[in-house]
């Protein structure tokens, strides 16, 4: 069992930064697969951006040079920068991981992954 836990999140102004930390339990953290999704208020989950155990990084296109996911596997943690926020970035972030199962198939999709946390909000105004 891995749990996760979101921290970071906040009210900014666009155009403004913004980084979300997780930090996740487990001894073979450098294992792991994370990603961050996050849920607008009223429309689905969506995938934002994903880090592969290697080191490889995927963006959705709406994200895309604008937010940056790293790891820092020494003390079991991921974040995502998020740069010039658009009000559009609105929602709850989530982290997510599959504790190192190495489940295949492609990084945006959810099933992917088999824990979550719990989400932190994210509010941009304009």
């Known amino acids: 069992q891995v749990q996760l836990v979101e921290s970071g999140g906040g009210s900014e102004q666009a155009g403004d930064s913004l980084r979300l930390s997780c930090v996740a339990s487990g001894r073979t953290f450098s294992r792991y697969a994370m990603a961050w999704f996050r849920q607008a208020p009223g429309k689905d989950r969506e995938f934002v951006a994903a880090?592969?155990?290697?080191?490889?990084?995927y963006y959705a296109d709406s994200v895309e040079g604008r937010f940056t996911i790293s790891r820092d596997n020494a003390n079991n943690t991921v974040h995502l920068q998020m740069n010039t926020l658009k009000p559009e970035d609105t929602a709850v972030y989530f982290c997510a991981t599959d504790g190192g199962q190495r489940v295949g198939g492609s990084y945006a999709r959810e099933g992917r992954y088999d824990y979550w946390g719990q989400g932190t909000l994210v509010t941009v105004s304009s």
């Open positions: 880090i592969g155990w290697a080191g490889s990084t």
